[in-house]
C-alpha cells in the first residue's frame, strides 16, 4: 500500500515535512509501519502550488530515499499547500505517468488503495470516459482512472458527490463480475485552494488516515510522521474530510451502490 501527504497553511519548505521528521515520509517509503506493504519503492511523487493557480509536479521512478533531486527540491521549495506520494505498485507497471499526484489543470489527485481485479474491470471502466478525458490519460494505473472520471461526473461542482458517483459505479462493475474483495481507499484532492480526503471501503478496513492540527496548518497522512506520534487524531471509518484553511470538518461517507 502506498503512502501519502498532505499539508496546507502558512508557507513552509517541503523538507520540514518530508524529510526531517523522524518517520517522515520518505522514511516511511522504506519502512511504513501502517501499511500491508512495508517497503514503497515503485517511484514517488511531489507536488505545490505557488504563485500560479495550477501546481508544480515533480515524479521519479527511483525510490524516494535515493533520488538527489527530492532533497534538493524539498529543501529550497516554499509553499503554503503541496501534496507527496510513495508508491508500491499493485500491478501496473513503474512509469512516472503511474506516479502520483496526477494533475489536470488546476486539480491534484493520489490515492492508497486499488479497485480489485482492476485488469478485468478496466475495459469497461475506461469506456466510461468521454473523449476529452480519455485523451488525458498518460499511464495505466487504477488511481488515474479514478481521477479523471471524477473530473467527468462533476468534481469541479461537488467533490463529494462526484465521488459518490465515481464509487458507485465501480462497485457495481464488480458487481457485475462477481467480484468479492472490497474496494477501498484514502484518498486526497485539491483545487489549489482546499483539500478533500475519503477514508473509505466496501468492507471492512479501509487504508488508514490521520490529521494533525501544526502551529501553522493541518497535515492529512496515511500514517503519523513524528516520533512520538501526538496531536494526531485518526479519520474515521467510511468518512469525508473537509479542509478549508485550518479548519477540519469530517462527515459520515456512505455510497448508495
Known amino acids: 500500500m502506498c503512502r501519502w501527504l498532505a499539508y496546507q497553511g502558512t508557507p513552509c519548505f517541503l523538507d ?3 524529510l526531517q521528521p523522524a518517520h517522515s515520509l520518505v522514511m516511511q517509503s522504506m519502512e511504513a509501519t501502517k501499511a500491508v506493504t512495508a517497503v514503497n519503492a515503485d517511484g514517488f511523487g511531489l507536488a505545490w502550488y505557488g504563485l500560479l493557480p495550477t501546481p508544480a509536479v515533480y515524479h521519479e521512478v527511483m525510490p524516494a530515499w535515493s533520488d538527489g533531486n527530492l532533497k534538493s527540491i524539498a529543501e529550497h521549495t516554499l509553499s503554503h499547500r503541496f501534496m507527496a506520494h510513495v508508491r508500491a505498485s499493485t500491478g501496473t507497471n513503474t512509469s512516472r505517468e503511474n506516479c502520483h499526484p496526477f494533475n489536470v489543470d488546476n486539480w491534484l489527485f493520489m490515492h492508497n488503495g486499488q479497485i480489485p481485479e482492476f485488469e478485468s474491470l478496466r475495459y469497461n471502466m475506461e469506456r466510461q470516459l468521454d473523449e476529452s478525458f480519455y485523451l488525458k490519460r498518460r499511464g495505466s494505473t487504477d488511481s488515474e482512472l ?46 489549489g ?34 516520533e512520538k506520534r501526538e496531536g494526531w487524531t485518526t479519520v474515521p471509518e467510511q468518512s469525508f474530510v473537509d479542509i478549508q484553511g485550518k479548519e477540519v470538518t469530517i462527515t459520515p461517507f456512505r455510497c448508495d451502490g
Do not use: H
Open 146 to 191: 479514478i481521477f479523471l472520471l471524477l473530473l467527468q461526473k462533476g468534481l469541479l461542482d461537488s467533490p463529494r458527490d462526484a465521488l459518490c458517483s465515481v464509487i458507485d459505479d465501480i462497485e457495481a462493475e464488480m458487481r457485475a463480475r462477481n467480484i468479492k474483495e472490497p474496494f477501498k481507499a484514502s484518498l486526497c484532492l485539491s483545487d
Open 16 to 18: 520540514e515535512m518530508l
Open 193 to 226: 485552494k482546499q483539500f478533500w480526503g475519503v477514508r473509505y471501503a466496501t468492507s471492512g478496513k479501509p487504508p488508514t488516515l490521520f490529521y494533525k492540527e501544526t502551529e501553522g496548518g493541518v497535515v492529512l497522512a496515511s500514517e503519523p510522521f513524528d
